[in-house]
């Protein structure tokens, strides 16, 4: 990867200089790379529309995470702003190292104005792309950014070597302050306002009104591969990518390497990445290519439809052509993407990612199952308080659930509660493993859509191995559901539209190369399931990636117990961690 690719971030200036300076350790081992974040705020200017964003270094979209596996990330969090922070490291193991995990009031107190935390993790066995972003209220909206984790020095990727690599990252951008967005939302109980552009790499791009300037450009060469590491870092919608008339073959998601297909077009849920190898036509090809994203939508509620456009432009002209042809002269070729609901192009893609299953990168699916749950996730409602005029469905507030469990958040950290044995009041252990109403999960919905609510767990011995189900309901409508585990990758050994049926189902699991992932899109109107090993011990949030239904409450946790042996337990907490 040549320093000029990622010499445009002025992250890189940190990680270089720390970087240097720390290579007398054992590059068997990693290297130590500091990074400090400011988290301030800045003004910025997308759809003609100025205002003042929560960002990075005043960076949007914030800084770039580099790194090796097997690097010690050191990373200094300062907020000077008036909103208590929390940062993320969404899709890092942190093995032992909870702690750094980041979720507010769960493994971590938030930030508050003034004060400052050091994230400190290691990553063990991954490489690829993940990304940061706040872990508190619809903070995320612009506090997010690219990490790359590249392979141990002098290891190969199981590909060809790509000519340059490029972070192509998703996001939402909303002319109004995302926090008001939510809380108005919340107060009223309504769905909230949606955004007003997507855009990628921070820029909405040609389509929308006022941005033709404010475009993401990719300028490539001829006859070259380009590695485009892609992230949905958008709050709540899976998106649809492609470039017109180029093919991607899709190398690694999650930061794990698949088996490679072709495609057109791809699928990314927010939560997700997607490492991409881009082939550009052998010879300068007289056009312009459009690249677009929109969303794919399954709900009933209301959404941003609109689409991002960035240009991918070949850059040398060759001398047979004039040099005054402008490139707005040139053709431009736009890709078709598929409807919005096209549920059966989501599962076909979904069916195509497998493990790579190799020697060196093995799918080590648990094979036997210790605990086994079923969890419906969807949504519901609560009542409206008194005097109150309430905008959620049949005047009631919108909610959503695991197992008819409306996560309340705490006000003190669940890891503190844990690991200093003082549960009581924070939490409680009894999240049901099945719903305790069963009900025809996908067909005509009860009458009864209210949710209960409560701070529960569920508790897992170290090392056990766990099948989970997650079924969509459909009250309120079926809706497909991008569900992240943090503190694991999982296996997604099977998926299937209805219900699932215990008896059946299994015999179709795929227990040999299975995609390995942190975040799954449970089908709309169906179920998937995963196996993962609890070998991690801490207290490990799950939620669904669309930040309304995190916010309305989608969301559990699961407490691993420490192992017998010192390794296997979870290591005390840093001197620095915030306070409640």
Same mark, same amino acid.
């Given at each position: 990867?040549?320093?000029?690719?990622?010499?445009?971030?002025?992250?890189?200036?940190?990680?270089?200089?720390?970087?240097?300076?720390?290579?007398?350790?054992?590059?068997?081992?990693?290297?130590?790379?500091?990074?400090?974040?400011?988290?301030?705020?800045?003004?910025?200017?997308?759809?003609?529309?100025?205002?003042?964003?929560?960002?990075?270094?005043?960076?949007?979209?914030?800084?770039?995470?580099?790194?090796?596996?097997?690097?010690?990330?050191?990373?200094?969090?300062?907020?000077?702003?008036?909103?208590?922070?929390?940062?993320?490291?969404?899709?890092?193991?942190?093995?032992?190292?909870?702690?750094?995990?980041?979720?507010?009031?769960?493994?971590?107190?938030?930030?508050?104005?003034?004060?400052?935390?050091?994230?400190?993790?290691?990553?063990?066995?991954?490489?690829?792309?993940?990304?940061?972003?706040?872990?508190?209220?619809?903070?995320?909206?612009?506090?997010?950014?690219?990490?790359?984790?590249?392979?141990?020095?002098?290891?190969?990727?199981?590909?060809?070597?790509?000519?340059?690599?490029?972070?192509?990252?998703?996001?939402?951008?909303?002319?109004?302050?995302?926090?008001?967005?939510?809380?108005?939302?919340?107060?009223?109980?309504?769905?909230?306002?949606?955004?007003?552009?997507?855009?990628?790499?921070?820029?909405?791009?040609?389509?929308?009104?006022?941005?033709?300037?404010?475009?993401?450009?990719?300028?490539?060469?001829?006859?070259?591969?380009?590695?485009?590491?892609?992230?949905?870092?958008?709050?709540?919608?899976?998106?649809?990518?492609?470039?017109?008339?180029?093919?991607?073959?899709?190398?690694?998601?999650?930061?794990?390497?698949?088996?490679?297909?072709?495609?057109?077009?791809?699928?990314?849920?927010?939560?997700?990445?997607?490492?991409?190898?881009?082939?550009?036509?052998?010879?300068?090809?007289?056009?312009?290519?459009?690249?677009?994203?929109?969303?794919?939508?399954?709900?009933?509620?209301?959404?941003?439809?609109?689409?991002?456009?960035?240009?991918?432009?070949?850059?040398?002209?060759?001398?047979?052509?004039?040099?005054?042809?402008?490139?707005?002269?040139?053709?431009?070729?736009?890709?078709?993407?598929?409807?919005?609901?096209?549920?059966?192009?989501?599962?076909?893609?979904?069916?195509?990612?497998?493990?790579?299953?190799?020697?060196?990168?093995?799918?080590?699916? #648990?094979?036997?199952?210790?605990?086994?749950? =079923? *969890?419906? !996730? +969807?949504? /519901?409602?609560?009542?409206?308080?008194? &005097?109150?005029?309430?905008?959620?469905?049949?005047?009631?507030?919108?909610?959503?659930?695991?197992?008819?469990?409306?996560?309340?958040?705490?006000?003190?950290?669940?890891?503190?509660?844990?690991?200093?044995?003082?549960?009581?009041?924070?939490?409680?252990?009894?999240?049901?493993?099945?719903?305790?109403?069963?009900?025809?999960?996908?067909?005509?919905?009860?009458?009864?859509?209210?949710?209960?609510?409560?701070?529960?767990?569920?508790?897992?011995?170290?090392?056990?191995?766990?099948?989970?189900?997650?079924?969509?309901?459909?009250?309120?409508?079926?809706?497909?559901? #991008?569900?992240?585990?943090?503190?694991?990758? =999982? *296996?997604? !050994? +099977?998926? /299937?539209?209805?219900?699932?049926?215990? &008896?059946?189902?299994?015999?179709?699991?795929?227990?040999?190369?299975?995609?390995?992932?942190?975040?799954?899109?449970?089908?709309?109107?169906?179920?998937?399931?995963?196996?993962?090993?609890?070998?991690?011990?801490?207290?490990?949030?799950?939620?669904?990636?669309?930040?309304?239904?995190?916010?309305?409450?989608?969301?559990?946790?699961?407490?691993?117990?420490?192992?017998?042996?010192?390794?296997?337990?979870?290591?005390?907490?840093?001197?620095?961690?915030?306070?409640?």
């Amino acid at each position: 990867m040549g320093v000029s690719l990622l010499s445009s971030s002025p992250a890189f200036l940190v990680f270089f200089s720390f970087s240097t300076f720390c290579l007398l350790t054992d590059p068997a081992l990693g290297i130590t790379r500091h990074y400090r974040f400011d988290v301030k705020l800045h003004h910025v200017t997308r759809l003609c529309h100025t205002k003042s964003i929560v960002s990075v270094n005043g960076q949007f979209p914030g800084p770039r995470i580099v790194a090796r596996e097997g690097d010690q990330l050191l990373i200094k969090v300062v907020n000077h702003v008036p909103n208590n922070i929390s940062i993320h490291w969404h899709g890092i193991r942190q093995l032992r190292s909870g702690w750094a995990d980041g979720p507010a009031y769960v493994t971590q107190c938030p930030i508050q104005t003034g004060q400052s935390y050091v994230y400190n993790f290691t990553i063990v066995g991954q490489r690829g792309t993940l990304f940061w972003h706040a872990h508190i209220s619809w903070l995320r909206a612009t506090l997010y950014g690219p990490i790359v984790i590249l392979p141990k020095r002098g290891v190969p990727y199981p590909f060809a070597k790509p000519y340059k690599e490029v972070p192509i990252i998703f996001g939402e951008w909303f002319n109004a302050d995302p926090e008001a967005v939510i809380s108005q939302a919340l107060q009223t109980g309504g769905g909230p306002n949606v955004s007003d552009a997507y855009t990628i790499n921070g820029l909405p791009g040609p389509l929308y009104n006022c941005s033709a300037k404010d475009t993401f450009k990719l300028k490539v060469k001829p006859g070259k591969t380009y590695l485009l590491r892609l992230i949905n870092a958008a709050l709540n919608d899976e998106l649809f990518f492609s470039i017109a008339n180029h093919t991607l073959t899709i190398v690694d998601v999650d930061a794990i390497y698949v088996k490679p297909f072709e495609t057109e077009t791809l699928l990314i849920t927010p939560g997700q990445t997607t490492n991409v190898i881009l082939k550009t036509k052998p010879k300068y090809p007289n056009a312009t290519f459009l690249m677009t994203a929109r969303p794919y939508v399954t709900g009933q509620g209301t959404f941003d439809n609109s689409t991002v456009a960035g240009i991918l432009e070949y850059e040398s002209l060759p001398s047979n052509v004039h040099s005054s042809i402008s490139l707005e002269k040139l053709p431009l070729f736009k890709p078709i993407l598929p409807s919005l609901n096209d549920t059966s192009f989501a599962t076909n893609f979904a069916s195509k990612l497998r493990s790579l299953g190799t020697a060196q990168y093995p799918a080590n699916v #648990p094979q036997k199952v210790d605990k086994r749950f =079923f *969890f419906t !996730v +969807g949504l /519901g409602t609560s009542p409206c308080q008194h &005097n109150q005029t309430c905008q959620g469905p049949n005047g009631t507030k919108f909610a959503a659930s695991v197992n008819n469990v409306s996560f309340v958040t705490p006000t003190t950290a669940l890891l503190q509660a844990h690991f200093f044995g003082q549960s009581n009041g924070v939490y409680t252990q009894d999240f049901p493993s099945s719903p305790i109403v069963p009900f025809n999960y996908t067909g005509t919905p009860p009458n009864n859509t209210m949710v209960s609510n409560g701070t529960k767990v569920v508790v897992l011995p170290f090392n056990s191995s766990v099948e989970l189900v997650m079924q969509d309901t459909s009250i309120l409508g079926a809706e497909s559901h #991008p569900l992240h585990l943090h503190g694991f990758n =999982f *296996f997604v !050994v +099977g998926q /299937g539209f209805g219900n699932f049926d215990p &008896n059946k189902d299994p015999a179709k699991f795929n227990l040999i190369d299975p995609v390995e992932r942190n975040t799954v899109g449970v089908p709309s109107g169906g179920w998937v399931a995963i196996r993962f090993l609890a070998d991690n011990p801490g207290v490990w949030f799950m939620h669904c990636h669309l930040e309304v239904h995190t916010s309305w409450g989608l969301k559990m946790a699961w407490i691993v117990l420490d192992g017998e042996l010192p390794n296997q337990k979870i290591l005390p907490p840093p001197a620095d961690l915030p306070k409640c």
